[in-house]
């Protein structure tokens, strides 16, 4: 995830953050956090951030000025995804083996509600007005849409086999799920809900990022050690790319046009021109 010019890699091995300067591309810290952190969720002052550690059930908080961890919130089971609301004041984390969302006061870091959504529950991402946010249930092959307002589950949507990431277009049209068990990414309509296109990508998708202007989407494949490049107009796979070994997070950065991506098993971030794809 990114803050200014920031990125901020979890490293399971380590149990700790890097935090990498993007103009110079170098680790400039590493921060110690819990036990196998998985997600990171960034504000866009930069102020907190937040990293889920699945194996120590506990959320990390790190003081995004001072670059240190100064809280480990307990929560749950199993906290894997992450995100915030677009406004930051809420903190959204699901909990693989809880089958919630917990929805936690960012200014407090007081639990505010706990969600019922569907079975494994990972990915999640939220609209920019606000509204929604939407949470991948993988082993249930469904998508809940969750009601900011009231923390209501408004709809469930079928997606493919396993999804685990769900990201929305910029312009939050378009909700894309990357299908880990049947290597695809479904498309759904955010107007009415309605499934427009299955695309096939490479094997075990695991997470999708978007150019600014939308036109094109970046799924990761992590059995395949690849990138499918979508034409989003077109709802096509247009082209796949050699990334390294085992490819799981992706990130676009709008201020040099680079897609960044992260290599678990080659421990190494990527960064491809957006323009050319070199």
Known sequence: SFASDFAYITNQLSNSVSVIDLQSYKVIKEISVGSKPAGVAVQKSGKKIFVSNPESK??????????KNVA???????????????DDKYLLVSDWYDHTVTVIDTSTL???????????????????????????NRDDHTVSVV??????????????????????????????????????????????????????????????????????AFVTNQHENTISVIDTINKKNIKTLAIGEYPEG????????????????????VVLNSVNLN
């Open 58 to 67: 506990e959320i990390s908080v790190i003081d995004g000025f001072e670059l």
């Open 147 to 216: 009601n900011i307002k009231n923390f209501e589950v408004e709809k469930t949507l079928e997606a493919g086999e396993r999804p685990f990431a769900v990201t929305l277009s910029p312009d939050n049209n378009f909700l894309y799920v990357a299908n880990v068990k049947s290597s695809d990414v479904s498309v759904f309509n955010t107007k009415n809900y309605k499934k427009i296109a299955t695309i096939k990508v490479g094997k075990s998708p695991y997470a999708i990022a978007f150019l600014q202007d939308g036109t094109r």
């Open 250 to 269: 992706i990130n676009f950065y709008l201020k040099n046009k680079e897609v960044l991506i992260v290599n678990w098993f080659d421990s190494e971030v």
């Open 110 to 136: 007081k639990l505010i509600k706990k969600i019922l959504v569907g079975k494994s529950p990972a990915g999640i991402d939220t609209d920019i007005k606000n509204t929604y946010f939407y949470v991948a």
């Open 72 to 86: 480990n919130i307990p929560l749950g089971k199993g906290p894997l995804g992450i995100a915030l609301t677009k």
